[in-house]
């Protein structure tokens, strides 16, 4: 797919915003801190392109003063530890065109064509360089359009970066603000000096399972990977519940509550996996969960908080286990692994990062193609949950997307479960494993429920 960019814009915040450095919580400065895509399709609207264009930076222009952080640029200040600058720099948008159609992507699975969909973002350049926000707007043939933007990870997790989106979009449309962002991250911080030490042992932050007779993950990392969307329809994903819940009773230690969608469909791609690796039973495995930490600390965060708050925690168990016992033992794990994340907990761990000398072995630069930082492939997963996020609807004035979903991810062990468009109950899983492995991973993903 040829892509030809036609322009490139940086826009400022509308208004005089407020300048100078501001601290960011440890839990920006961890994990994927790189920039994060996504993308959306819409159909030939009524409007002109070059009207479209015109309100995208109108619109954007005036959001960056509410979300003045995103206009500004991010600073290493030693020791792993990054400070944001707003400096009111801003955000780049550009304007491209395609001779593709909408009708080319069929299902629209990600490609590695969807690359030239998204704003380039060249990590050679010093960072406080890089524009935090990135939007492409492509015109196909057809008239369809594609929406392509990457944020960076340091400054926002899902939640804030589809906080921005839904509030840019009423903008784009006329209409005053839903939620004003609320940016103070204090709350999210360690004290000074902090707590000392830990209440707990903090084992997510070491490194994930290696496979068995390895000594790093080098080999695994570079591997070729290919990528697999996979619906499960509202029948099969409740029968994956009943599977997980049978012969559970109220003198469960684990609580009387049945195991969620969540719980149920991640144990069962955990254990499917395991099966397409071909793992020993006695490989460790782990499993990253994303636990969203605003209300979980107390007091609560406050709505439209707007900045990093989830944290990873990791299921460990061995591929036997996993393989050999039923779904709920694969779910059991999982909220093990949830139910840790407590006030007491968050406090514990953000005190950790704070007292660490310095942060560079949490940072994820897998998305840079590094050789550091955890790597939840093989023989390990990473399963982030989209289920309960505002992700449809994105209407800047020309109607709603007929598709949105992640950028290309193409690290092993990389997936994703986002609620069908289309059919409500039903799921979709977005999946990337090494190429090897993945036919094996679809028959048995679809077999286990099928046999039961």
């Known amino acids: 797919m040829v892509v030809t960019i036609k322009n490139s814009h940086v826009v400022k915040p509308a208004k005089p915003t407020r300048t100078g450095r501001v601290s960011l919580s440890e839990w920006d400065q961890i994990g994927a801190i790189a920039h994060v895509p996504t993308i959306y399709f819409y159909k030939p609207p009524q409007t002109q392109s070059n009207a479209i264009i015109n309100n995208l930076k109108d619109s954007l222009s005036h959001a960056l003063v509410?979300?003045?952080?995103?206009?500004?640029?991010?600073?290493?200040?030693?020791?792993?530890?990054?400070?944001?600058?707003?400096?009111?720099m801003g955000a780049t948008l550009i304007e491209a065109e395609s001779e593709s159609k909408l009708e080319d992507f069929g299902d629209f699975l990600p490609s590695p064509e969807y690359q030239n969909l998204f704003p380039n973002v060249?990590?050679?350049?010093?960072?406080?360089?890089?524009?935090?926000?990135?939007?492409?707007?492509?015109?196909f043939q057809c008239g369809g359009i594609s929406l392509g933007l990457t944020i960076s990870h340091?400054?926002?997790?899902?939640?804030?970066?589809?906080?921005?989106?839904?509030?840019?979009?009423?903008?784009?449309?006329?209409?005053?603000?839903?939620?004003?962002?609320?940016?103070?991250?204090?709350?999210?911080?360690?004290?000074?000096?902090?707590?000392?030490?830990p209440q707990f042992d903090h084992a997510e932050f070491g490194l994930p399972p290696l496979l068995l007779g390895k000594l790093n993950s080098?080999?695994?990392?570079?591997?070729?990977?290919?990528?697999?969307?996979?619906?499960?329809?509202?029948?099969?994903?409740?029968?994956?519940?009943?599977?997980?819940?049978?012969?559970?009773?109220?003198?469960?230690?684990?609580?009387?509550?049945?195991?969620?969608?969540?719980?149920?469909?991640?144990?069962?791609?955990?254990?499917?996996?395991?099966?397409?690796?071909?793992?020993?039973?006695?490989?460790?495995t782990g499993l990253a969960v994303c636990v969203d930490s605003r209300r979980r600390v107390q007091p609560p965060l406050p709505?439209?908080?707007?900045?990093?708050a989830?944290?990873?925690?990791?299921?460990?168990?061995?591929?036997?286990?996993?393989?050999?016992?039923?779904?709920?033992?694969?779910?059991?794990?999982?909220?093990?692994?949830?139910?840790t994340v407590t006030d007491e907990f968050v406090r514990s761990a953000t005190d950790f990062l704070k007292n660490q000398p310095d942060l560079t072995r949490f940072q994820d630069i897998h998305a840079l193609r590094g050789a550091e930082g955890p790597f939840y492939g093989n023989p390990n997963i990473a399963v982030v949950s989209w289920l309960t996020l505002p992700i449809y609807g994105?209407?800047?004035?020309?109607?709603?997307?007929?598709?949105?979903?992640?950028?290309?991810?193409?690290?092993?062990?990389?997936?994703?479960?986002?609620?069908?468009?289309?059919?409500?109950?039903?799921?979709?899983?977005?999946?990337c494993l090494q190429a090897a492995h993945m036919e094996a991973f679809k028959q048995g993903f679809y077999e286990d429920i099928l046999l039961n």
């Open 66 to 88: 509410p979300f003045y952080l995103l206009a500004g640029r991010l600073h290493w200040i030693g020791r792993g530890r990054l400070e944001l600058e707003c400096n009111a």
């Open 122 to 139: 060249d990590y050679a350049v010093p960072l406080h360089e890089l524009p935090l926000l990135l939007v492409q707007l492509t015109i």
């Open 154 to 197: 340091a400054v926002v997790d899902g939640k804030s970066a589809l906080q921005f989106m839904s509030e840019w979009a009423r903008i784009s449309r006329g209409e005053p603000l839903g939620m004003l962002p609320f940016l103070d991250r204090k709350i999210m911080r360690a004290g000074d000096p902090p707590s000392a030490p």
């Open 218 to 284: 080098t080999e695994e990392r570079k591997k070729k990977t290919t990528i697999a969307m996979l619906r499960l329809t509202k029948n099969q994903v409740e029968k994956l519940k009943s599977m997980a819940n049978e012969g559970r009773s109220s003198t469960d230690t684990s609580s009387v509550r049945g195991y969620t969608r969540y719980e149920t469909l991640t144990g069962h791609v955990w254990r499917s996996v395991c099966k397409a690796r071909r793992h020993k039973p006695e490989q460790p």
């Open 303 to 308: 709505d439209g908080y707007f900045g990093n």
């Open 310 to 339: 989830s944290l990873d925690v990791i299921a460990v168990s061995h591929a036997g286990e996993l393989l050999s016992k039923p779904l709920g033992y694969a779910a059991s794990k999982i909220r093990e692994a949830i139910e």
């Open 394 to 431: 994105l209407d800047f004035g020309w109607g709603e997307e007929i598709y949105m979903g992640p950028g290309t991810h193409d690290f092993d062990g990389d997936s994703m479960l986002l609620p069908s468009p289309n059919e409500e109950g039903s799921v979709i899983l977005a999946i």
